[in-house]
């Protein structure tokens, strides 16, 4: 590889015809700062040209840059024997055994959703599906994380039905099941709603392929859709704040999504990779060409030209500025082996779709971009992808916070007064209730390999031809991090472990996906730091590597933040399906047997939310030694198949994650006897979201065994009542006071109630 | 013992449908919408999806492949042609079957399991069924409701063509257990000849009981049963 | 030849149900208006084609309609110039 | 109080993806139509309603647009009289 500098001394590249100057404010529209600025022209040796500028505003933004993460993202762990791949590709890949990997990646879309919510999400899920395609895997399970201010807002219910419509047309047309996700109603979102989508892949080790455009003299082509004017400057755009006149159609345009297509280039591409004849392969997401040009190079520490009148538009007359920065969905950059194009071209002609010929590998390492010809950009690839300014700012916490976390809550709880009725607010609340309305709207069955579906603690995957299936899912109580960043992020991944263990998988990757709000703000930089290193101890702990991830800062409205939500996806393996467990109780007479303990926290939870409007307190304890001894427990309970039943308490506690035991899906529900004697107050008994507990059932001759199995990893664990019969009544007693009520009245409660919610009449958009 | 799936851009239960058919011992091969001829074949099977992104309606471009001419004249000889999902509606907008599916009257995609009740068991698709048993299977669509004009519905219930309805635990066919509004709860009809079936919900995907239900199963063995009956 | 921009109506037959259509007429009543009395919905193709005449545009879009665009148990249609309809501009609905 | 029938044509955008459009002008080509240019889908509401004047249904229907019907970020909308519609008779596509 030529130096950078000795190569831009050979391109004379002077202003296109028709292209604005490069002035001071057309590079603060550009999000670009006065240092930023001057850093390019030291790189380029000049002023840049607006092509450039543009080019250096996408790769430097925040959302292809990290400018203001990624120092801080270093500190994750990202290595275990079993890590294939770690962060820095599409996709992180872990070996699963019998010859497998997973792929398996994270992505927001908040900024695209909130403008528009259906098109947001949507192309969120398609730009996730291209993300693991693009490793060689086949995508075989979605999940989705959402967060939206209160239901009762008509904004809101907008906004959540487009978003969940969005997921779930495009995911169900490409056929690829949802499995899980999650779903938080809170007044911290209003006006901002988090969109994460989640996507796992399976391969045969041998089929992995990686985005590098190597090989000089190797051809670029550009395959799929044509390039149109949407989503100019998305990545820049993703950086912004949103405010007032946020939907206004001076905005970029709106990115559209074609499942359609998209099923049709996962197909081709996956045929692509098969045949050999290309050495790299990559989406065009985030600033489009741009990104995924440069991206490769840089991988490949190789140079870049492409033709810009050789790239299918959409539209007549589009410029060099607006090809490279167009984020149209379902376009993938192939590097092919010269002399091989026609094969692609033939390939690509079976799925109906198109192939052209745009560029080729050089040895210059520069980004040249041509015109008819003409060099309009010419810049040194290394520096836009490694040479993006990082920033380490300033981290103070807010002092509004610390109050609402030192609150002395009992002044704000009401008299504990009638606890079945409490039972059945938080029943319905849309935190807590089933959250039927949303996954009956995704294909959970397709690909017939869904052995557990949503509506369990996680999805599981099973891998055909073997005895082995994959879990997922996804956690983060936006709370809990906000009271205490730091804790509230181990909270996330403790909680997503044992999801996992619950259905018998054992904890093995990470993906995030850290949403916050604007970095620059002192108290947002504490959180964003908080968050990764509570994120760092937990994931060294449950020995989880994070293989990727994404970031999604300035998430505010007019000045306001989201609560700091840094999303945890995890994934697990289960290596026998036979030991595959479920959250529901199955047989009358069967002993109830609580993993963990109960404590008097009811810092952040679901129950002071809705019985006091209140978010404050510190968020529960979290002991991340006890927690992975817990999850061995599980695990081993499991393996030696003693359980009939495991479910994880989370939002609304113990008499929460009892109900959901004791309900099922629905179809065959069951009553309960269960006495608590703990000398704690009955709601925060009852209600409390104390960290590392779970809910097991078994055959009374069993439970001697549970409970020793227990013992052995010092997990405190006792039994606490017994499974009844479908007729029964659904009752816990807690030191004088209970809760009874009739499965049927709980059912009603639990699974009709977001669907009720979504009755009320419109409001428009 | 042939099976053959017809493949269509944007189909994307083939592959479900292919193991489902090689798990009861079809020797089962892929047919892609652009090739030509189905005589090797003892059965024909049109697979879920969303074929051409079910743009314009459902099943209405797919209708269009060239393929669809030899599916037509295999099933104008008597071969026993099923059609799931996006290939019931296919085989309506090519005519193989009355009526049409329209959008679900909720006006959401409905995913999840439901109870069909067996109204037939003489055909090639339900003869190891027995008559009134009630299957859970499930379903996966947003234009799944379907409809006929009056005179139509009245043929084919006075002609038992109705294969499948939806029903609610007990075996009753009420408003509660109709997930999309269609017509007297129907969920798959049969043509008069009763060798096309065509049916909203996915019995390839209920083939074992891992995965939820293993209901399914006996229709795809129902098929076996029938290729030697026809070949011979 | 000229271009020819027309637009075909294609509306679900009276009689047959039209939820979306129900959909829209409830949410229209519940944000207040009353005087509602009908709501069907159905789909608009706008197609721009190469012709020798007006006659022949409208023709071949009739053709279209009977062999794809519009499902003969479910649906009827309507063609028609583009230019030619009265009232009403094409609005940004933002403005 | 008169009765008004109106017609409200919901558009994409120009410059934004329309994969419906696409799809069947894709279809109609392989299917030898070769002379089309372009096919853009829309959605058309036929609203029935009481009104003073024409002037006044109209404006009805222009703020039901404006609230509900056409989002403003992906559509244009544009309102007209369902009567005075000129040329094309509705036709069930069987005949
Ligand atoms: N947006 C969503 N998409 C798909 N499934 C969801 C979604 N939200 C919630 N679910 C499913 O509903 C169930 C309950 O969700 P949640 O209360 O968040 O579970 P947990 O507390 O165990 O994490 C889970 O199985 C989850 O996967
Ligand atoms: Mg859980």
């Known amino acids: 590889m030529s130096t950078a500098e000795g190569a831009v001394a050979e391109d004379s590249v002077s202003p296109r015809a028709g292209d604005p100057p490069v002035t001071a404010e057309v590079v603060a529209d550009h999000g670009l700062s006065v240092d930023e600025y001057e850093r390019i022209r030291s790189i380029m040796g000049r002023d840049p040209t607006f092509t450039e500028l543009g080019i250096f505003s996408a790769m430097w933004s925040e959302h292809c840059g990290y400018k203001n993460s990624k120092r801080l993202l270093r500190l994750l762990p990202t290595t275990a024997p079993w890590v294939i791949q770690g962060p820095g590709e599409n996709a992180g890949v872990i070996d699963v055994g019998d010859g497998y990997a997973l792929a398996f990646k994270i992505e927001s879309h908040n900024h695209p959703s909130a403008v528009e919510p259906y098109q947001g999400a949507a192309t969120g899920v398609g730009g996730i599906l291209r993300d693991i395609f693009t490793m060689g895997a086949r995508p075989v399970a979605i999940l989705d994380s959402l967060r939206f201010g209160d239901l009762d807002s008509g904004r809101t219910r907008y906004l959540f039905s487009g978003v969940v419509s969005g997921v779930g047309d495009y995911g169900n047309c490409v056929g690829i099941p949802n499995i899980g996700g999650e779903v938080a109603f809170d007044r911290g979102y209003e006006g901002n709603p988090i969109v994460n989508a989640m996507c796992l892949g399976l391969m045969k080790r041998e089929e992995l392929i990686t985005a590098s455009a190597s090989g000089v003299g190797n051809t670029l082509m550009a395959v799929g859709a044509r390039t149109g004017r949407d989503g100019i400057h998305g990545a820049t755009f993703a950086s912004e704040e949103l405010s007032e006149d946020s939907d206004e159609s001076s905005r970029p345009q709106v990115q559209v999504g074609d499942p359609f297509t998209e099923k049709l280039l996962l197909e081709a591409s996956l045929e692509l990779i098969a045949s050999g004849v290309i050495t790299g392969i990559q989406d065009m997401g985030a600033a489009g060409i741009t990104s995924s040009a440069t991206e490769m190079a840089g991988r490949a520490g190789t140079g870049v030209e492409l033709e810009m009148t050789a790239v299918p538009t959409r539209e007549q007359g589009m410029t060099p500025y607006e090809i490279l920065l167009s984020e149209s969905q379902e376009r993938m950059l192939v590097v092919v082996e010269k002399g091989l194009e026609g094969e692609v071209t033939r390939i690509l002609e079976k799925w109906e779709l198109e192939a052209a010929e745009i560029g080729r590998v050089t040895s210059d390492g520069l980004f040249r971009i041509l015109e008819d010809g003409v060099v309009v950009a010419s810049i040194p690839a290394l520096p836009l992808t490694e040479g993006c300014p990082t920033y380490e700012r300033e981290g103070i916490e807010s002092e509004e916070i610390q109050a609402l976390r030192a609150m002395d809550l009992s002044e704000h709880l009401i008299p504990e007064g009638d606890l079945t009725k409490t039972f059945m607010l938080l029943l319905s609340s849309p935190n807590v209730a089933s959250k039927r309305w949303i996954y009956e709207q995704y294909d959970t069955t397709v690909r017939t390999a869904t052995a557990v579906r949503p509506g369990g603690d996680a999805g599981v995957i099973r891998i055909r031809g073997t005895k082995r299936a994959v879990a997922a899912t996804t956690d983060c109580n936006g709370r809990f991090v906000y009271l205490e960043p730091k804790r509230g992020a181990m909270i996330a991944a403790a909680e997503a472990a044992r999801n996992l263990v619950c259905v018998g998988a054992v904890p093995t990757a990470v993906t995030n996906n850290l949403n916050f709000g604007n970095p620059l703000k002192p108290h947002i930089y504490y959180q964003l730091r908080e968050a990764v290193l509570g994120m760092v101890d937990a994931c060294e702990t449950f020995e989880t590597p994070v293989t990727g991830g994404n970031v999604s800062l300035y998430n505010e409205t007019d000045g306001r933040s989201i609560y700091p939500t840094p999303v945890i996806g995890m994934v697990g393996v289960i290596e026998d399906v036979a030991t595959i467990t479920r959250q529901a109780f199955r047989h009358e007479g069967e002993d109830i047997v609580l993993l963990g303990a109960n404590t008097n926290e009811l810092g952040g939870s679901e129950y002071l939310y809705v019985t006091a409007d209140l978010v404050a307190g510190a968020p529960p304890a979290v002991d991340l030694d006890a927690e992975r001894a817990l999850q061995q427990a599980v695990l081993k309970m499991i393996h030696e198949r003693l359980l009939s039943s495991a479910h994880d308490c989370s939002e609304g506690g113990l008499a929460c994650a009892l109900a959901e035991s004791a309900l099922g899906d629905g179809e065959a529900p069951h009553g309960i006897d269960v006495d608590i004697d703990d000398d704690l107050r009955p709601v925060a008994a009852l209600f409390g979201e104390a960290q590392g507990r779970i809910v097991v059932s078994c055959a009374p001759d069993r439970t001697d065994q549970v409970l020793r199995v227990a013992a052995l990893h010092e997990v405190p664990a006792r039994r606490i009542g017994t499974v009844q019969g479908p007729d029964d009544d659904f009752r816990i007693s807690v030191r004088g006071a209970s809760i009874s009520a009739r499965p049927a009245e709980m059912g009603a409660a639990y699974f009709d109630s977001l669907a009720n919610r979504m009755e009320a009449p419109p409001t428009g958009t | ?232 | ?95």
């Open chain 3, 1 to 95: 030849m000229t271009r020819y921009s027309l637009e075909v109506r294609i509306k679900p037959r009276p009689g047959l149900l039209d939820p979306e259509g129900k959909a829209i007429h409830h949410a229209l009543q519940s944000l207040g208006w009353g005087a509602v009395d009908e709501v069907r919905v159905g789909k608009v193709i706008y197609i721009d084609l190469e012709a020798e005449s007006e006659a022949a545009a409208t023709e071949t879009a009739t053709a279209m309609c009977r062999k794809i665009l519009a499902n003969p148990v479910t649906e009827d249609f309507q063609v028609s110039m583009a230019v030619g309809v009265p009232a009403g501009k094409l609005e940004g609905a933002q403005s």
């Open chain 2, 1 to 232: 013992m042939k099976a053959a799936v017809v493949t269509f851009p944007g189909s994307n239960g083939d592959y479900d449908l292919y193991k489902a058919a090689q798990q009861v011992g079809f020797d089962t091969h892929f047919v892609w919408h652009r090739e030509r001829g189905l005589d090797a074949y003892d059965v024909v099977l049109l697979p879920g999806g969303f074929s051409y992104g079910d743009y314009l309606r459902a099943g209405a471009i797919a209708r269009m492949s060239p393929i669809m001419e030899d599916v037509i004249r295999f099933a104008a000889a008597g071969g026993p042609v099923l059609g799931i999902c996006n290939g019931f509606q296919t085989l309506c907008e090519a005519g193989l079957l009355p009526g049409a599916l329209v959008r679900n009257d909720v006006l959401r995609f409905q995913g999840k399991d439901v109870r069909i009740r067996v109204e037939r068991t003489d055909l090639p698709f339900t003869s190891t069924y027995t008559e009134g048993q009630i299957l859970t299977i499930p379903i996966a669509h947003g234009e799944g409701n379907y409809e006929a004009d009056p005179a139509t519905l009245e043929e084919l219930e006075g002609e038992g063509r109705v294969v499948f309805r939806y029903v609610d635990r007990n075996g009753e066919p009420g408003a509660a257990a109709n997930p999309n509004g269609s017509w007297h709860n129907i969920a798959g009809v049969t043509n008069e000849a009763g060798n096309v079936l065509g049916m909203m919900p996915h019995p390839e995907r209920a083939m074992e009981k891992l995965l939820g239900s293993d209901d399914g199963l006996a229709l795809f063995a129902s098929l076996v049963a029938s290729v030697p009956a026809l070949s011979s």
